[in-house]
T-cell receptor, first 115, second 116 residues
Framework: KQEVTQIPAALSVPEGENLVLNCSFT??????LQWFRQDPGKGLTSLLL?????REQTSGRLNASLDKSSGRSTLYIAASQPGDSATYLC??????????????FGRGTQLTVWP | NAGVTQTPKFQVLKTGQSMTLQCAQD?????MYWYRQDPGMGLRLIYY???????DKGEVPNGYNVSRLNKREFSLRLESAAPSQTSVYFC???????????????FGPGTRLLVL
């Protein structure tokens, strides 16, 4: 069974710091890996998606890397802002096809960026 | 487009009561999912539906039933609610990322359920 672990569970930093959130997974046979953002009382929003054949993806101040062989991914947030405060969830997709594409989630990293 | 919508947003039940959580998507997606999220836990898959007319169990299906009414709607039913089912329930549908070729899941805002 695929297990996804995120470290740290919580992080509190001053505005402007560069951050690294970590994600590890036990089964390297993944189709892709995604990072989601969840705001309090809201649903999840997809931030970045990395295919299993890719090494990294970038969107604005966010950069996600994937090392499939070691079962690790990192989400790098540059120049953090208070608006980045949220819970960040890592999820891996196992397989593809109509009955697959299941997401296995980590427990998340709760990020607080204070002014 | 409204995306994925869920009703109700919040519900309080007594042990043994039944209720149905509603989910609808307007993105013409085939696959839909129900998750629960408990404090300090990641989302866990309850049931999913790969297409209209099909449903399959996920990781934690006990105590739940689902119906894929049509392509748009996927409901989750609690026949006899228990305090252990207190959770936040998310519905999702799977489709292409905007302007891309990869698929992701689009999530609704969630239903907060408290079972006393």
């Amino acid at each position: 069974k695929q297990e996804v672990t995120q470290i740290p569970a919580a992080l509190s930093v001053p505005e402007g710091e560069n951050l690294v959130l970590n994600c590890s997974f036990t089964d390297s046979a993944i189709y892709n890996l995604q990072w989601f953002r969840q705001d309090p009382g809201k649903g999840l929003t997809s931030l970045l998606l990395i295919q299993s054949s890719q090494r990294e993806q970038t969107s604005g101040r966010l950069n996600a890397s994937l090392d499939k062989s070691s079962g690790r991914s990192t989400l790098y947030i540059a120049a953090s802002q208070p608006g980045d405060s949220a819970t960040y969830l890592c999820a891996v997709v196992v397989g593809r096809g109509s009955t697959l594409g299941r997401l296995y989630f980590g427990r998340g990293t709760q990020l607080t960026v204070w002014p | 487009n409204a995306g994925v919508t869920q009703t109700p947003k919040f519900q309080v039940l007594k042990t043994g009561q039944s209720m149905t959580l509603q989910c609808a998507q307007d993105m013409n997606h085939n696959s839909m999912y129900w998750y629960r999220q408990d404090p300090g836990m990641g989302l866990r898959l309850i049931y999913y539906s790969a297409s209209e007319g099909t449903t399959d169990k996920g990781e934690v299906p006990n105590g739940y039933n689902v119906s894929r009414l049509n392509k748009r709607e996927f409901s989750l039913r609690l026949e006899s609610a228990a305090p252990s089912q207190t959770s936040v329930y998310f519905c999702a549908s799977r489709g292409l990322l905007w302007g891309g070729e990869q698929e992701t899941q689009y999530f609704g805002p969630g239903t907060r359920l408290l079972v006393l």
